[in-house]
């Protein structure tokens, strides 16, 4: 039996040879604690999910869109006390997608989405330094930043609470510990109003933020949230993937 044809791990040189991609997605996701009830991959699954059933959808509308094996590491500087979150500093994520960029653009592809699925992922000045050295388009776009988590969570933390769980629950729940066994990721707030207000940054310490890893309560999380919200996502990603794919890079502004 064949495997998707948008999915590259998945496909074969039989159909990939006849197909004219016209964008490819690189999932990049981290491996990194979450609470103590879901995977160190949650990051990596979502993305590559939400990645494939985007991609699905623009398919079905015609478009050639080909999701490339993701990224499992991501930027986790302030994690590596928590064993065994793994971390790729940016400049090193910035070499492993120059070198990808290279592969793709003398195979003759017009244009690459970066999914991100990671907070502490930073694409941005990657591209504004690697673009002006490349043919091929490069923009990016974090899945979880697509509609507002107020229309679809109560609790709106920012890892591994009734976001992720919710999600979680939908597209892997064999990998989802009972709920009972999740911390209830209290988040440590910032002696400085700067901080807490969120104007001014610096990285969290996660071991200092966090009990259990994890920043919001998890236990409101169903997985009837996570289909509506991924539903909602991946109808929204859907449509860029369609734009995008039709789109040319020298002509995008009306
Ligand atoms: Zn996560």
Not at 99 to 113: C, F, M, N, P, R
Not at 153 to 174: C, K, N, R, W, Y
Not at 211 to 235: C, F, I, M, Q, S
Request: charged share 20%.
């Amino acid at each position: 039996m064949a495997g998707r044809p948008y999915i590259l791990s998945e496909t074969n040189w039989k159909t990939v040879r006849k197909t004219e991609f016209e964008v490819a997605i690189l999932p990049w996701g981290a491996t990194e604690a979450h609470n103590f009830h879901l995977p160190f991959g949650t990051d990596t699954i979502q993305v590559e999910a939400v990645a494939a059933e985007s991609a699905r959808q623009a398919w079905e509308q015609g478009s050639r869109c080909l999701v490339l094996p993701p990224v499992p590491f991501g930027s986790n500087a302030q994690q590596v006390d928590i064993p065994h979150t793994i971390n790729l500093n940016p400049t090193t994520q910035a070499f492993l997608l120059s070198d990808l960029v290279e592969s793709l653009e003398a195979q003759g592809l017009s244009k690459l989405l970066i999914l991100n699925g990671h907070g502490g992922n930073d694409f941005r000045p990657m591209i504004r330094e690697l673009q002006p050295q490349v043919t091929i388009f490069l923009c990016m776009a974090s899945w979880y930043q697509v509609g507002d988590w107020a229309d679809y969570f109560e609790d709106v933390g920012d890892h591994a609470g009734e976001m992720e769980t919710s999600i979680m629950l939908q597209i892997a729940p064999d990998l989802v510990l009972p709920l009972s066994e999740a911390g209830d990721g209290a988040e440590r707030r910032y002696r400085i109003e700067a901080f807490r207000e969120k104007w001014a940054w610096a990285p969290r310490r996660w071991t200092q933020v966090s009990k259990d890893t994890g920043v919001g309560n998890p236990a409101l999380a169903t997985r009837e949230k996570g289909e509506r919200y991924t539903a909602a996502v991946v109808e929204q990603l859907g449509r860029f993937l369609v734009d995008l794919a039709a789109a040319d890079p020298d002509d995008l502004y009306e």
